[in-house]
Structures are given as structure tokens and as C-alpha cells.
Nanobody, 118 residues
Framework: VQLAESGGGLVQPGGSLRLSCAAS????????MGWYRQAPGKERELVAT???????????NYADSVKGRFTISRDNAKNTVYLQMTSLKPEDTAAYYC?????????WGQGTQVTVSS
């Protein structure tokens, strides 16, 4: 499984960005996909997940720090998962990674940098 992220960049506090994660195969075959982030000197942390196949498809989960500001969604026809980020804060600055589970294994994208600064 190949995961390709895009959409990162530099944005001012209060701004918005949308990240995309394109998968190389049918995301309906993957039980769950999500976004994680890692800031310099910190551990990688969960941002949001979405059930992409099977029971509970469409169900989402968010870290408390992003609830109400970020929205994860999927487009099965495009095999793509999105992360819409609004009201961005400097503490959201990190490398954002797409994650997928498939066949009992974990897969990661290469990461896309999000920098929130004035």
C-alpha cells in the first residue's frame, strides 16, 4: 500500500488548510485510516481517524486538541482521505502523516509539513 500526502504549507494563525492522502488501492478494503502528526522533539500523536471499510464505515475519532477545528473525511471513489483543518494555531505546527491499516500491517505516508506562523 502506497500513501501519498499533499496539501501542507505555511499558514497564518486562524487560517485553514486541507490535507489529502491518496492510497494506491481501494480504501474500502482498509478497516481504518487516519492522520497523525509529529512536532520537533515530540512523539507522533493521533490527530483523527475514520473507519473506511466494514462495520462502522464513516465513523470518526479526533484528538481533544483538534475537536471542532479539524474534520476527517473520505472519498471512496478517489481512494482518498482528507483532513480539513480550520482555526489553525501555532501549536498545530508539525509534520502530518497519513496512516492505514491493511492485512494486519501498518502503512505510513512520507509526511507533509504544516507550519502555522505569522
Amino acid at each position: 500500500v502506497q500513501l501519498a500526502e499533499s496539501g501542507g504549507g505555511l499558514v497564518q494563525p486562524g487560517g485553514s488548510l486541507r490535507l489529502s492522502c491518496a492510497a494506491s488501492q481501494n480504501i474500502f478494503d482498509m478497516p481504518i485510516m487516519g492522520w497523525y502528526r509529529q512536532a520537533p522533539g515530540k512523539e507522533r500523536e493521533l490527530v483523527a481517524t475514520v473507519i473506511t471499510g466494514g462495520l462502522g464505515v464513516g465513523r470518526t475519532n479526533y484528538a481533544d486538541s483538534v475537536k471542532g477545528r479539524f474534520t476527517i473525511s473520505r472519498d471512496n471513489a478517489k481512494n482518498t482521505v482528507y483532513l480539513q483543518m480550520t482555526s489553525l494555531k501555532p501549536e498545530d505546527t508539525a509534520a502530518y502523516y497519513c496512516h492505514a491499516e491493511w492485512g494486519g500491517d501498518d502503512y505510513w505516508g512520507q509526511g507533509t509539513q504544516v507550519t502555522v506562523s505569522s
